[in-house]
């Protein structure tokens, strides 16, 4: 099983208007992608459709091999398992305390004692660099950057396979967002995590994804950068291309070159 | 592929523990109960200790953890700890487990008496603040009021309109048939005690009284509290949330004047007016059950009830209607402004508003029912 997740001919409609049509793709195990597209380009509903929260219309998902079905309880079972999601606010339980909020999946998908779980969760935090006296404290407690960890946090409570994440660093400061990117990767690496996000932030993408699919003409464009940049696509070359990525471009350069600089 | 677990051996003095198969979070079970038989036997081992991790095919973070405590528990107990084994690509993994700090314990929650004590006197404390912005934003309404009747520019007359049907013509048939039917219980209720004096005619004298200076006005009130009393609360309170208020406030818009002003002057003119109408409805409630269980025919209804009410009786009730109007927009309003970011506040203080604004009005009810018998009208 090479591919993670495979979309083969996604179609989803809004009434009449069509979303998507014909759509496919597919995640390499221990890679990261980003997914962009603009405004209204559906890039949520494909997240929500390949997680099974949305029945598509026309076509097929699997993820690691589970035909994802939302009537199908026993697929959606094992891909609960194996999926960890980062929503973009959070979406932390608010009733419960960030460990309590850890423990849920622990507690609905394994029969491990509350210690053990208690324990795990600890281990958790200190994964996404949470200070531990976060851990009894309220999500409407912590600032955003503290949610969005303790959140991350929850995702890898059960040490998913894949990790979705929708739009990470929507909302921190250049500061937290890097560290936040660097968390990623850091946790990417050492727990050989696929990954698949929803980005707009053009640092992230340049800095951490393998491979970016575009969401143009209802369908998706998968590629790197430099292969994105030859299809000449009108849209893609100014997502690119713009003052913005052109900035964080020659940035991007200017670091690189220094760190050549250390090396001599 | 071997079944997770852990093996031991005993060769010599030194004790061996084979470790085996996934360890992951599917395994996480079966592998605790493992894990803490062999924590549990830490502190009888003597002797050196190998562990052989060469079996393990699969390692998550979750597994490694439970590894990291075997081995922090032999070493606790001074046991030296040969350690190999352990596939390369999971070195890394184990390693970062390992140097993760522990969570410390959750504070611990003081039980009993004293936990009710402390309670009762946060609950205190809370209510005597609460009591005291109350006050204040009575004041603040009420001054906003006075500058409206000297200004009547002030008043958002759309806003008003608005929420004149909203609280006044959509609640009219809710109004109608909760207060047909007390009419109808009260006649019941009274016909059947009455009719053992032989007193039946007076039942007309119980329902048109209780209807008019009591019931009409309490169910009709107790309705706009629970139906646009907690309707304010939900609205303004998701403005707050959404920012709206500190936006009205950053134009120099008052969220007062803006918000809380035009409900309480719509409140203040649909509650008389729905009195009245409840007033009638619980009337001709009455008279069907005069009608049909008492026997009595119509006209001679119509002569009892002008024999036993008067002006005053109608008077009492609806005079009170623009107060309690005035009193629900006001709680509604005022649980709406008190919500904080969160939306999960907004529930809690609409709750809030429906009960406060429902006790406020029956105490004050009692006020004027006391005041009344006083002054003798």
Redesign the interface.
């Known amino acids: 099983m090479k591919h993670v997740i495979e979309v083969r001919g996604l179609e989803t409609r809004f009434g009449n208007h069509v979303i998507h049509d014909r759509l496919n793709l597919t995640a390499r195990r221990g890679e990261i992608m980003g997914i962009v597209g603009g405004s209204g380009t559906g890039k949520s509903v494909l997240l929500w459709t390949i997680l099974g929260l949305r029945k598509p219309d026309a076509g097929k998902v699997s993820i690691l091999g589970f035909d994802i079905d939302p009537d199908d309880p026993a697929a959606a079972e094992a891909v609960q398992?194996h999926t960890g999601m980062l929503f973009q606010d959070g979406a932390l339980f608010?009733?419960l305390?960030v460990?309590q909020n850890i423990m849920v999946p622990l507690q609905r998908?394994?029969?491990?004692?509350k210690g053990?779980s208690?324990?795990?969760?600890?281990?958790?935090?200190?994964?996404v660099g949470l200070d531990?006296?976060a851990?009894?404290k309220l999500p409407?407690e912590l600032s955003g950057g503290m949610r969005k960890r303790a959140s991350l946090a929850r995702a890898?409570a059960?040490?998913p396979e894949i990790l979705f994440l929708d739009e990470p660093t929507a909302g921190l400061d250049p500061i937290g967002a890097a560290e936040f990117d660097h968390l990623i990767l850091d946790l990417q690496r050492?727990?050989g995590l696929t990954v698949v996000m929803i980005t707009h932030d053009l640092d992230s993408l340049f800095a951490i994804t393998d491979r970016i699919s575009v969401l143009i003409h209802k369908g998706l464009v998968t590629g790197t950068i430099p292969e994105l940049l030859a299809l000449e696509d009108p849209w893609i070359k100014q997502y690119f291309s713009g003052p913005r990525a052109r900035a964080v471009e020659t940035a991007k350069m200017h670091t690189e070159s220094d760190d050549l600089k250390q090396l001599d | 592929m071997s079944s997770s677990g852990i093996r031991r051996e005993h060769v010599g003095t030194q004790t061996v523990f084979r470790l085996s198969g996934d360890w992951t979070t599917s395994a996480l079970a079966v592998l605790e109960i493992e894990a803490g038989e062999v924590i549990d036997s830490a502190a009888s081992t003597t002797g050196p200790l190998t562990v052989d991790a060469a079996g393990i095919d699969a390692l998550d973070s979750n597994g490694a953890w439970l590894l990291s405590q075997i081995v922090h528990a032999f070493q606790q107990q001074g046991t030296s700890v040969d350690w190999h084994g352990l596939k390369e690509h999971h070195q890394p993994l184990f390693e970062h487990i390992r140097r993760s700090q522990p969570v410390p314990q959750s504070p611990r929650q003081v039980m009993g008496i004293l936990r009710v004590i402390e309670h009762c006197g946060e609950s205190v404390q809370l209510w005597m603040r609460h009591s005291l912005t109350f006050v204040s934003f009575l004041g603040l309404t009420l001054i906003t009021l006075l500058k409206a009747v000297l200004q009547p520019r002030r008043v958002r007359f759309t806003s008003l309109i608005h929420h004149l049907e909203r609280t006044g013509i959509d609640s009219l048939p809710i109004v109608a048939m909760l207060s047909f039917l007390i009419g109808v219980v009260l006649a019941f209720m009274g016909g059947e005690q009455l009719k053992r004096l032989g007193a039946e005619t007076f039942t007309v004298n119980l329902v048109a009284v209780a209807v008019l200076r009591e019931m009409g006005i309490l169910i009709t009130a107790i309705i706009i509290a629970g139906r646009s009393g907690s309707a304010f609360t939900a609205q303004i309170g998701t403005m707050k949330v959404n920012q709206e208020i500190d936006a009205m406030n950053t134009i120099g818009l008052d969220p007062v004047e803006v918000l809380a002003l035009p409900r309480v002057l719509a409140l203040m003119i649909s509650l008389p007016i729905l009195t009245f109408f409840a007033d009638l409805m619980g009337l001709f409630g009455g008279a069907v059950i005069a009608v049909t269980v008492l026997d009595m025919n119509i006209p001679q209804f119509v002569r009892q009830l002008s024999e036993a009410v008067e002006l005053n009786h109608f008077i009492v009730g609806i005079a009170k209607a623009p107060l309690f109007g005035f009193i629900i927009a006001l709680v509604g309003c005022y649980e709406g402004l008190r919500v904080s970011a969160s939306a999960e506040s907004v529930g809690r203080q609409t709750t809030r508003s429906v009960v406060e604004s429902i006790a406020l009005v029956i105490a004050l009810d009692t006020v004027f029912v006391v005041f009344f018998s006083i002054i003798g009208v």
């Open positions: 398992a608010s009733s305390t460990m998908h394994t029969r491990i004692s053990l208690e324990n795990i969760a600890g281990l958790k935090l200190s994964m531990p006296s851990a009894h409407s890898l059960l040490d050492s727990l």
